[in-house]
């Protein structure tokens, strides 16, 4: 049996949201200080207010977005990303705060420049902070194992996705019986096996990464109360799809069940409201500046497409959009004229009906960029659910639990799974990225949309296009 370490909590994780507390505390009012120092020659009180009153500012917008648990992620953005945009509204808002002061008060004016060379140093300093004690408590948290109560069908389809996603971490399983046990295939060589013949009290004093409690285990009245205390001595108890959820950042959808639909928070976006309003006024008023910002490579990628091959440039196709009602969807033309002479088919990596242009219109995404027009339409949002063919969607509502879920929002020229998973398709490609879809559908924010779009320009600066 695996050897547990005693005590109650993990002390570093602890830990380590008052140790970067305390170090952003001191490093920004020490930068606050020598500037002040290098620029006046001492310390003036009546400046130091102001100055001091702007560090305030930017630990209240830190502390805001959450930024003190480096290894957690809030609408997709790690703390890395959170502090570099908390610093950079912060800048933008005591700048212009700085305005009415220096007309007033001008002995109490700041050199904005000087304050941005201090606030991006400072913003240099947390990053780089956040990540190296992020990889700490990582590593710190592998030490500790998982326990996995219950292995009925769902729990061992959790154990494959475990198995491919090759996560570090220690899991202890425990079953019916020693029978159940000896009976389950384990291909993960981190995974421990035990019995349900171990009593579970000992774990509760005993500090653990989480508990998930899966299928194929009745859960009696005692197993609560044991599984109530280890969540009040701080140990996160899951379900299998949180479990997924909070681990992978997807929801696999053969873990699914309606119970869990019915139970569980989220999917804000489907209730429409205030939400989808904001989001739908959002898409037209940046998908209207898109057309200009890009006007010109537009008019270079329709011009090289007419040189590299004959045929029409946008290319418009049938696809599924919101509720299921069909559109035409539009893109730029990247393969050859009649390239579906021979049938409806999925699109390989290198498919030979890609032209020359074609495939670096895939790479960097340009092909989509048509779909603007869709977003002005009504008929797609600048982030959503990539739009499916119908020809593929009969087939794969029969194969894929859940799947028409993706229809309740509209479809989008980017998201969730797209800047996650790699560009594939098929059957197998399609249920992975319907995990992603549904995680996008369940958690969806402006923020979630915001880090989409980051993580878009990145793909798109790394070639990690299709």
Not at 4 to 21: C, E, H, Q, T, Y
Not at 308 to 318: A, E, L, N, R, V
Not at 409 to 427: E, H, L
């Amino acid at each position: 049996m695996l050897e547990v370490k005693s005590g109650k909590v993990r002390r570093i994780a602890k830990m380590i949201p008052r140790l970067i507390f305390i170090a952003d505390i001191i490093s920004l009012f020490t930068l606050i200080t020598l500037d002040l120092y290098l620029r006046i020659g001492y310390i003036q009180v009546i400046s130091s207010v102001v100055m001091y009153g702007f560090g305030l500012f930017i630990i209240i917008g830190l502390y805001l977005l959450d930024t003190y648990h480096p290894d957690k992620q809030i609408a997709g953005m790690r703390s890395g990303a959170r502090v570099l945009l908390s610093n950079s509204i912060t800048y933008i808002i005591c700048s212009y705060l700085s305005y009415p002061i220096k007309i007033r008060l001008p002995e109490l004016s700041i050199d904005k420049i000087t304050f941005l060379y201090g606030i991006t140093l400072f913003t240099f300093f947390a990053i780089t902070m956040r990540l190296f004690l992020a990889k700490l408590e990582r590593l710190d948290g592998e030490k500790y194992p998982w326990l996995l109560i219950g292995l009925g069908e769902k729990s061992k389809t959790f154990i494959n996705i475990l198995d491919q996603e090759k996560i570090k971490s220690q899991f202890i399983l425990i079953g019916k019986d020693k029978q159940d046990i000896s009976q389950f295939k384990v291909q993960n060589q981190l995974l421990i096996k035990t019995d349900h013949s171990l009593h579970l009290e000992h774990w509760i004093q005993s500090p653990l990464a989480g508990v998930i409690v899966g299928d194929g285990l009745g859960i009696s009245e005692s197993l609560v109360r044991i599984l109530m205390k280890l969540r009040l001595y701080g140990t996160p108890v899951y379900k299998l799809p949180d479990a997924c959820e909070e681990l992978f950042l997807k929801i696999s959808p053969s873990l699914l069940d309606d119970n869990w639909f019915t139970f569980n928070n989220g999917f804000n976006l489907i209730s429409g409201g205030i939400t989808i309003r904001l989001k739908t006024i959002m898409d037209f008023i940046f998908a209207m500046m898109l057309i200009v910002l890009l006007s010109p490579i537009l008019i270079i990628t329709a011009i090289l497409i007419k040189l590299d091959s004959p045929g029409t440039i946008i290319y418009h196709q049938k696809r599924t959009g919101l509720h299921g009602k069909t559109f035409q969807i539009y893109k730029f033309r990247s393969m050859y004229e009649n390239a579906e002479e021979k049938g409806v088919q999925w699109t390989s990596k290198r498919d030979l009906r890609i032209t020359r242009v074609g495939y670096w219109l895939r790479i960097l995404r340009i092909d989509e960029l048509p779909q603007i027009i869709n977003v002005l339409r009504g008929e797609m949002s600048l982030i959503g659910p990539r739009p499916e063919r119908p020809e593929f969607d009969v087939q794969l509502e029969k194969i894929i639990p859940y799947y028409e879920l993706r229809y309740l929002v509209k479809p989008g020229i980017t998201g969730w799974a797209q800047v996650y998973y790699p560009y594939g398709a098929s059957i197998e490609d399609a249920y992975e990225k319907l995990a992603y879809d549904l995680y996008y559908i369940k958690n969806y924010s402006l923020w979630l949309d915001f880090a989409i779009t980051l993580k878009t320009i990145r793909v798109i600066l790394l070639g990690k296009g299709r």
